[in-house]
């Protein structure tokens, strides 16, 4: 299959481009390099069945024969889609919906790589897709969260017009290598911070809590959701539920017991508790997780050892 990635050259696009590739597909990756690098897509630059556009989703693109989009192009650090939230609620709405057009014009299939974040600050728990969530609108989140979510609109919006084939993913808090080290997530930050032994960060009083996937794991889930037949919306994450704390705590002991913690203020809208149900990818997409937490984070602090060592 001729399959397009956008964001391919980000965190887990690149994770997914190499699965594709490595499955025998042709794969276009497009990236505006915002928060992406090519150097994660090193191994298959010279490969025949891999071309790169540097391209920016806000503007259309026209590329043929497609028979499958995953779109990604988008910031997912909160650090990275506040920084200019304008162009993040661009990137959103008008790359999604160029994304399908594109898709309606190539009958190919479109995976929309959406989020928890469309649950906002949630007032149910576990979150189940039923669940429509409690976003603020004005807040320094939204150009994400409503970015996201009238991603979502148009992508059903496209279905229900003009028949286009469509899955949508709600992706929750994923780490692996290939996190930006000044990406600004927690997993990162806390890695980074342990291994320069300098304090590790928590913001508030560390109570609030998030489940965090392995990026293996999330790549499957992506995989799964586009060749099968259940449309979604579905949760796809990790439902073991940390909080903040014992993920620094986990982290401390992990690379150095003697790490400091120190706490910092609380950014504005930030959720409390974030714990997928992940009924609906068990149930439609045969798919759960199995990297649990601690066996991700050696991997992802392997990765980071050898980034800081490089430097
Ligand atoms: P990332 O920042 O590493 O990757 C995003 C990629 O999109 C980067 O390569 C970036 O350069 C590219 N990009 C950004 N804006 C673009 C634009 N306007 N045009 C073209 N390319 C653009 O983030 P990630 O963690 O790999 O996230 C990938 C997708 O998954 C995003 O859509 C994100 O919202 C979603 N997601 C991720 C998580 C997570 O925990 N990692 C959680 C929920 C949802
Ligand atoms: N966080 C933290 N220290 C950091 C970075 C993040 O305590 O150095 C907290 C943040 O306030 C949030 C949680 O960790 O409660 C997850 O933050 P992240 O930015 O990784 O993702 P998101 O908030 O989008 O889930």
Known sequence: MK????GGAGFIGSHLVDRLMESGHQVVCLDNLYTGATVNNAQWLDHPNFQFIQHDVVEAIAIEGLDQIYHLACPASPVHYQFDPIKTAKTNFLGTLNML???KQCSARLLLASTSEVYGDPLLHP?????WGNVNCTGIRSCYDEGKRIAETLTFDFHRQFGTEIRVARIFNTHGARMLENDGRVVSNFIVQALKGIPLTVYGDGSQTRSFCYVSDLVEGLIRL??????GPVNLGNPGEYTILQLAQTIQKMINPDAELIFKPLPQDDPQRRQPDISAAKFHLGWEPTVALEEGLSKTIAYFRDRLKEA
């Open 3 to 6: 399959i397009l990635v956008t």
């Open 226 to 231: 586009m060749n099968g037949n259940y449309i």
């Open 127 to 131: 979150q189940h897709e039923e669940y």
């Open 101 to 103: 057009e594109l898709a």
